[in-house]
Every structure is written in C-alpha cells, then in structure tokens.
C-alpha cells in the first residue's frame, strides 16, 4: 500500500487521528509532572516557555534526523521555502503556546479545556471558504455541536455555572485555538511542495528556539535536570513529533473538516488519563457520556463519504 493509499483509508486515517489526539491528551499530565520535576511554579509563564522550548527543540532535532536517516534532504531547502517554515514555526508553536500559557494562567483548567476545543469549529469553518471541496453542510455543524457539548460534559463543574470571560484567560485561549487552526490550512499547503516530516521538523525546531530564547529574555529558567524529569522532557519532545507529523501527513492526503473534528477527543484523553495519574475516579457517567458524543460528531462529519477523497 503507497502513502497516498494508506493515508486516505477512513479507518487507517480514523486509527492515526485518535493516537495523535491521545499523544496530544497525555501531555496535559506529562506536562504538570515535568512542571513539578522542574519546580516550575503555577505563575511563572518564562519558565513554562523555556521548558515549551527545550520540547519543540527536541522534537524538531528528532524528527529532522529521522528525515536525513530515509533520505530526505534536509538543508536542500529552496529560498521561498524558508520563510514559510519560519512563518509556520512562528504560528504553529511559538504563538499558539504562547497564547495557550498565558490564557491557561488567567482562567480555570475547565474552561481552557473547553475553549480550546473551539479549534474544531475554526479549522472546518476556514476550510469551507478556502477548499472547493471541503464545504460545511448541516451534518457537519451538527457533528460538531455534538462534539462540542461532549467535551463540555466531560468538563462539567460549577465553573460552568458562572458566567465570566477575560481577554487575557478565555480570550487567548481561543486565539490559541485561531491560530493552530491557521497553521493546520498553511502546514497543508506547504507539505504539498515539501516532505512532511522535514516542514514538521523545522517549524518545531524554529519555534522552540523562539519560544526558548523568549522565556529566557523574560527571566525563565529551567533547572533540576534529572533523571526522571529528562524523562518526561523527552517523552514530550517525542509525543509532539510523532503526532504533529503524523497529523500534517494526514491532512496533506485529506479535507481538513473530517480529519479536524478528531480534535475534540484529545480534551476527553486529557481528563481520563489526568484522572488516572492523579489517581482519581475516571468511571464517572459524565465520562462515558461525553466520550460517546464525541465519538457520534466524529461519525456524523465523516458519515457523507464512505471514503475520504484524496485531494490532490
């Protein structure tokens, strides 16, 4: 089975989807262990971006040396080439994470979940106006919508019941959520020209140093290196370049609308395994619920085909 073949198989592509937003979910717990290993405190943003940075950095030397390892040529890199990976570093990782920290700062862990789910609806609606192919329909907004409240009944609790929003807590939470879903339609159109794990790799590599070298400008430092909080940092450096390549590969074969709505899973893998670590109960109805209407959004956004089409 070629790559395009096997990229484009809806289960093959539903497999795929689900392990990146599980990889993507575990690192809601890995992160607040490394920040524990770190001595990292709740209020100190630099430090979180410098840690942020020594885990894109990683991921994207990994990912590049994996490329080299299969032949890809990695410094063979055309002129109009290298402003797009840096654009693409720029929005992908350095300003999506700088808005997540500082939202994720400003507001409870529940709504930052829940807000950050709006990415789904971003990236299906900009993939309406820019892809001929890619058009939203009733099923789809349903779809999402079910998705949607799936994600807020996982998230259930009283912070739900107060009304409240700041633009520095709610409000970059959701431009966090704006701006992944920007470089999910420019990382798909750049991996049309260029192989996926080189476009992958430099765009984590160039947006760690910038998240790093900020965080270092602004006082962050990260200290304590030992042998379990290495650990958690290189887990989370691999974590980031398997699933970012492995979803850029997925959306380069595939519409962004039926591969998108996957993200709604990775808040649900969040709480589970956050529960599991923190050893809380997980068996609660309000899990099982909201994983079921995830599930049914992601059914209905992709019921229309009985294949998702290549779009090449």
Request: aromatic fraction near 14%; charged fraction near 10%; glycine fraction near 8%.
């Amino acid at each position: 089975m070629n790559e395009n073949k096997l990229f484009t198989d809806k289960k093959i592509v539903a497999i795929i989807a689900t392990l990146c937003c599980l990889l993507w979910g575990s690192a809601y717990p890995a992160i607040k262990i490394g920040y524990i290993l770190f001595n990292i405190s709740t209020g100190d943003i630099p430090s979180k971006l410098v840690f942020a940075g020594y885990r894109f950095i990683i991921a994207g030397i990994v990912l590049l040396m994996i490329a080299q390892k299969y032949g890809k040529k990695i410094f063979n890199i055309r002129k109009e080439n290298v402003k797009d990976l840096f654009y693409l570093g720029v929005i992908q990782t350095t300003l999506q994470y700088i808005f997540f920290y500082i939202g994720v700062a400003n507001t409870t862990g529940v709504k930052s979940s829940i807000m950050n789910s709006t990415v789904t609806f971003f990236s299906v609606i900009l993939a309406h106006y820019i892809y001929t192919n890619d058009k939203l329909n009733m099923q789809k907004i349903v779809g999402c919508i079910v998705g949607f409240i799936g994600v807020m009944i996982v998230n259930f609790s009283s912070d739900l019941l107060r009304f409240s929003f700041s633009f520095m807590g709610e409000g970059f939470i959701i431009i966090a959520a704006f701006t992944f879903s920007i470089s999910v339609i420019y990382a798909k159109k750049l991996t049309q020209k260029m192989d996926v794990m080189v476009v992958t790799g430099y765009s984590l590599f160039i947006g760690g140093i910038i998240l790093m070298l900020l965080g270092i400008l602004l006082g962050g430092r990260v200290h304590n290196f030992t042998i379990n909080s290495s650990l958690i940092l290189i887990y989370l450096a691999l974590l980031s370049s398997a699933s970012f390549s492995l979803w850029n590969q997925l959306l380069k074969y595939n519409k962004v609308g039926p591969v998108s709505v996957f993200n709604f899973l990775t808040p649900i893998f969040g709480t589970i395994l956050s529960a599991i670590f923190l050893q809380e109960n997980i068996f609660e109805y309000k899990n099982i619920i909201a994983l079921i209407l995830v599930c049914v959004g992601i059914w209905m956004v992709n019921k229309e085909k009985s294949n998702i089409r290549n779009i090449g």
